[in-house]
């Protein structure tokens, strides 16, 4: 597998806080994805990348924000985290014959 | 936007049934892709279709995509205990976007 790691793997957090989560890469794909699983829900976009400070918005973008300042690094932040916002974080990057490798994910608790 | 929809969402089978998940999207799709996800972990990489009614095999494992790209089907012959778990289609939108299908989740009962 692509070397993608994210962290936090687990955090807990309180309603109102802000909070980042952080994806690395060492395989210098272009594309980098966000999404959010949740039960009945797959997986579903949020953000992605198509280069060095290129994002644009996925299909539940709201009340997120992104940044990518370096190929390798793809940062999700929730400016202000709400309960609805508990949930299984992944990153993925895509090699160039758009198979997607998926980092471990973050189980994300906002009480 | 673009919809990919997959059924059944549950599908419970003994050890040894067969298992057929199915995925439909709103628009053409110029491939598709499968992963499977295992309890706990994170999705991987099965297989990719590009071709209008290609058809491809993995071991026990059939995979269709349909004549007019617009849906594709998983198919397990005798299922194992190692099967177990959430299979997805995902399909690239015109853009750089890749949509998910919302699943099938797999049980095989010994």
């Known amino acids: 597998d692509a070397g993608i790691t994210q962290s936090p793997r687990h955090k807990v957090t309180e309603t109102g806080t802000p909070v980042t989560l952080r994806c690395h890469q060492t395989e210098n794909h272009r594309y980098m994805y966000w999404y959010r699983q949740d039960p009945g829900h797959g997986l579903r976009l949020i953000h992605y990348s198509y280069g060095v400070k290129d994002t644009d918005k996925g299909e539940v973008s709201d009340g997120y924000s992104v940044s990518r300042s370096k190929t390798e690094d793809f940062l999700l932040t929730l400016e202000s985290a709400t309960s609805s916002q508990t949930s299984v974080y992944f990153c993925?990057?895509?090699?160039?014959?758009?198979?997607?490798?998926f980092g471990s994910g973050t189980q994300l608790s906002v009480l | 936007g673009q919809q990919v929809m997959q059924i059944p969402q549950y599908q419970h089978v003994q050890e040894g049934e067969d298992f057929t998940t199915y995925c439909n999207s709103s628009?053409?799709?110029?491939?598709i892709q499968w992963y499977k996800q295992r309890p706990g972990g994170h999705p991987v990489f099965l297989i990719q279709l590009v071709k209008s009614g290609e058809v491809k095999k993995q071991k026990r494992l059939t995979f269709q995509f349909g004549e007019a790209k617009k849906n594709s089907s998983l198919h397990i012959t005798a299922t194992q205990t190692t099967d177990v778990g959430t299979y997805f289609c995902a399909g690239p939108d015109t853009g750089n976007q890749f949509y998910f299908g919302t699943g099938t989740s797999l049980t095989v009962i010994p």
């Open positions: 628009t053409t799709l110029s491939n």
């Open positions: 993925a990057s895509r090699a160039n014959n758009e198979k997607l490798f």
